[in-house]
């Protein structure tokens, strides 16, 4: 699956460089870890952020799920790879929640949000390898399992209800606790969406779920791997920011390559009788 945003700067982005609504392909998201990572590059290429600096420049988003700054590599002409970003507070929303999944009986389940909200599990849970299954068992599994988790368990965001639906799956290795080597998942998102990186938002809630179990600790820093196509994100845990409503919260800062691959301007017509858009399914 890929992303699209729609960029806005003055007083919709609020102080910020820029806002940034994400689409896909069923919809708008809360939170585009790998978005968040490209639009840095694009803010800095095309001239959005004031007098920015050397040798990396600070780029401030205002998102859906709150503020998101990116920290990006800038020669004073051109942006570069990798880039970083740092998280809006993340958190286990639940641990261990037994879901009884159709077809697969009752699995454990970790909730996690990380701009927003995933379900966490080991595909072994399921009798599935991340790593070899075919794709489709995966999406197959994973889907089946956000179904369950929708219909047993509510999520709760702190500050707004808008953000409180679980967003998708992530299937695991398993590989929890704090190791040098990476740990594979798959996340299937929207309408049986897949993601072709790590997740961004996906390793923000992984890694705020493995600190809240205290599997590592601030600032160990964890390797990521898409099982689709074995690209590769970095994340650790920079701040415990404390109390986010009932919850411990940690910032968490998310490293990765990313790339922009156009632009396009869309015309808003009056007498358009479907100007605010449609959907044929």
Not at 148 to 154: E, I, L, S, T, W
Not at 207 to 230: D, E, P, V, W
């Amino acid at each position: 699956g890929m992303y699209g945003a729609v960029v806005l700067r003055g007083e919709a982005a609020a102080g910020a460089d820029l806002a940034a609504l994400f689409l896909h392909g069923a919809g708008y998201s809360a939170m585009c870890g790998h978005a968040v990572l490209a639009l840095g590059r694009f803010a800095l290429d095309y001239g959005l952020v004031a007098a920015p600096r050397r040798p990396e420049s600070a780029v401030r988003l205002r998102c859906p799920c709150g503020p998101v700054t990116a920290l990006v590599p800038w020669d004073g002409r051109r942006s570069g790879n990798p880039v970083r970003f740092r998280s809006v507070p993340a958190f286990a929303a639940a641990s261990e929640l037994p879901v009884d999944v159709p077809g697969r009986g009752t699995v454990l389940v970790d909730v996690g949000y990380g701009g927003t909200f995933y379900a966490v599990l080991s595909a072994e849970r399921l009798g599935l390898d991340v790593r070899t299954a075919p794709s489709r068992e995966l999406v197959q599994a994973a889907s089946a399992v956000t179904e369950a988790v929708k219909k047993q368990f509510k999520p709760h965001h702190p500050e707004s209800e808008d953000l409180a639906f679980l967003y998708g799956t992530i299937l695991t290795d398993g590989k929890d606790a704090f190791s040098e080597e990476p740990t594979t998942n798959i996340c299937v998102f929207a309408d049986e969406q897949v993601d072709r990186c790590p997740t961004g938002s996906g390793v923000t809630a992984r890694i705020a779920l493995q600190y809240h179990k205290g599997l590592i600790q601030l600032n160990q820093t964890r390797t990521f791997r898409s099982s689709t196509t074995g690209s590769l994100f970095t994340g650790k845990a920079v701040k415990a920011s404390g109390l986010f409503g009932d919850h411990n919260a940690v910032i968490v800062e998310v490293s990765g390559e990313a790339y922009y691959t156009g632009t396009a301007t869309f015309t808003f017509e009056e007498e358009d009788p479907l100007k605010y858009g449609f959907l044929f399914k």
